[in-house]
């Protein structure tokens, strides 16, 4: 099983259109979450840090549940400008030891 | 302010050949972090330095060395490249060991 499990994709939404993605974590010792964006062919770029009572930015909003080790992101009116690929992080051992979900890709169509 | 910068943007060796991807970044950041990323397996921790003079092995170190030459610059060395090593290669940087600021990628073949 690997350590963080992402919904597959691709996610195929109209423009305006809610879209969640889901992520599951095995080691219950992780201490900080994240998501990242990636657009096609270059680097991942953090879009937010993902807190224990959940947190909001903008349209996008991330949810921790530690008992069940799930996280989420909602994004809400989705643009064509969301469309990319969306990691799930999880970092373990101090901070230093940085797992990535495989990602899930999101079209967004006009 | 250039961020993380990696050298070289593209290279393609032959099995067994070595080869050095330099990395450097301009925050004064005391972490840095070599990842690989391959189709559908998402990024992979090859290796990570949490601060200056300190190194240890992330996931996947096999066929690859690292040196923390000073707090900017964390390199990664193939000694015998191989093919399975064919990947895109991202360095990244985090002041505290959590968000990660990466560079650019060096996108390397092993034929």
């Known amino acids: 099983r690997k350590e963080v499990e992402q919904d597959p994709g691709p996610f195929n939404v109209p423009e305006g259109a809610t879209v969640a993605f889901n992520c599951t974590y095995s080691?219950?010792?992780?201490?900080?979450f994240f998501w990242y964006r990636q657009d096609c062919r270059k680097e991942p770029k953090l879009l937010m840090s993902?807190?224990?009572s959940g947190n909001e930015d903008g349209r996008f909003t991330a949810q921790l549940n530690r008992a069940s080790q799930y996280i989420s992101l909602l994004i809400r009116d989705s643009k064509l400008s969301d469309s990319a690929t969306y990691l799930c992080?999880?970092?373990?051992?101090?901070?230093?030891?940085?797992?990535f979900g495989a990602g899930t890709r999101l079209f967004v169509k006009a | 302010n250039a961020g993380v910068t990696q050298t070289p943007k593209f290279q393609v060796l032959k099995t067994g050949q070595s080869m050095t991807l330099q990395c450097a970044q301009d925050?004064?950041?005391?972490?840095m972090y070599w990842y690989r990323q391959d189709p559908g397996m998402g990024l992979r921790l090859i290796y990570y330095s949490a601060s200056e003079g300190t190194t240890d092995k992330g996931e996947v170190p096999n066929g690859y060395n690292v040196s923390r030459l000073n707090k900017r610059e964390f390199s990664l060395r193939l000694e015998s490249a191989a093919p399975s090593q064919t990947s895109v290669y991202f360095c990244a940087s985090s002041e505290n060991g959590y968000e990660q600021y990466f560079g650019p990628g060096t996108r390397l073949t092993v034929t």
């Open positions: 080691n219950s010792a992780s201490q900080s």
């Open positions: 925050m004064n950041h005391n972490s």
């Open positions: 992080v999880v970092n373990v051992d101090g901070g230093f030891k940085t797992i």
């Open positions: 993902v807190y224990s």
